[in-house]
């Protein structure tokens, strides 16, 4: 007897391989506002790239082309490359919720779906990107996508409570967990601490360095002694008199702070400015 598979049951894809994001000579516009010119920059794999500058510069315009939602704002409008391992994520080819899976996103607030069960939000990025998973395999997903954002020990008694009930560090590791559970190969994080305690912050930097092992992650941070801490490497954006935002200086953490080859950049991780 022949067995039938539903062929609208795709088994969860496996553990993706670590990928390498570079943008290529990106520029943005607002309508006739342009934010961005020609800004080029390798986010190595398996790496934390932290993206500084003062507000204003063009950081979270540039994070969100990564993974195309600038392309959503009326009158938006781009220029340039952005290839992951090569491959363009704005290929005609290329449908959006394929790029949005394969690059995910964490924002600045945390934004759970609050009536929705701390259960059903971290499953609920499968439907969003068109993921199917088998019922079978789901509580596994769900319990190793909540230990990896370092939140499975303090929810798993209580997994269908509402994720709106977490406190504000639980809600964002709750929307980490979300973002991972469709298995990106890289993980974008604006600002995502900026909006919590001391205590909730460390655990997120936690979180983001248990993470960098096995997905690329590029995040903006007005915190310098954050993007000290998490990041392997920098890029500093600056945009002055009226002129888009561009990229001062990119390179090694360590380097960008100890021995930064431009004095804007000296300046401003040393916080005289911005």
Same mark, same amino acid.
């Given at each position: ?51 500084i500058?003062p ?9 969100r ?13 781009l ?12 290929s ?10 394969q ?24 439907r ?8 079978? $395999?789901?509580?596994?997903? =769900? !319990?190793?996508?909540? /230990?990896? %954002?370092?939140?499975? #020990?303090?929810?798993?008694? @209580? ?12 809600q ?9 559970a ?25 979180t ?12 903006v941070?007005h ?7 998490v990041?392997h ?9 009226? $002129?888009?935002?561009?990229? =001062? !200086?990119?390179?090694? /953490?360590? %380097?960008?702070?100890? #021995?930064?080859?431009?004095? @804007? ?10």
């Amino acid at each position: 007897m022949t067995q039938t598979v539903d062929p609208t049951l795709v088994d969860h894809p496996p553990h993706p391989a670590l990928a390498t994001l570079d943008a290529r000579g990106i520029s943005a516009w607002f309508g006739d506002h342009k934010v961005l010119d020609r800004v080029s920059l390798t986010m190595p794999a398996g790496q934390v790239t932290a993206l500084i500058g003062p507000s204003g510069c063009g950081k979270s315009t540039f994070l969100r082309i990564l993974n195309r939602m600038h392309e959503l704002v009326p009158g938006a409008a781009l220029a340039g490359e952005v290839l992951l391992d090569g491959h363009d994520l704005y290929s005609a080819d290329r449908r959006l919720t394929d790029a949005r899976r394969q690059v995910g996103m964490v924002f600045q607030k945390p934004n759970p779906f609050p009536t929705m069960s701390i259960y059903d939000n971290v499953v609920a990025g499968l439907r969003l990107t068109g993921t199917r998973v088998p019922r079978a $395999t789901r509580d596994d997903l =769900v !319990e190793e996508s909540l /230990t990896k %954002a370092g939140l499975w #020990r303090e929810v798993r008694d @209580r997994l269908r409570s509402p994720g709106g009930a977490l406190s504000g560090g639980q809600q964002q590791r709750l929307c980490i967990a979300r973002s991972l559970a469709v298995r990106p190969r890289v993980l974008l994080m604006d600002e995502p601490c900026s909006a919590l305690d001391p205590t909730s912050t460390r655990r997120i930097e936690e979180t983001i360095a248990e993470l960098a092992a096995e997905v690329t992650i590029v995040i903006v941070t007005h915190n310098m002694q954050q993007a000290a801490r998490v990041s392997h490497r920098c890029a500093f954006f600056l945009a002055s008199h009226g $002129t888009p935002g561009v990229i =001062v !200086e990119h390179g090694p /953490t360590p %380097a960008m702070f100890d #021995r930064p080859q431009d004095q @804007r950049t000296a300046d401003y991780v040393h916080g005289r400015f911005g």
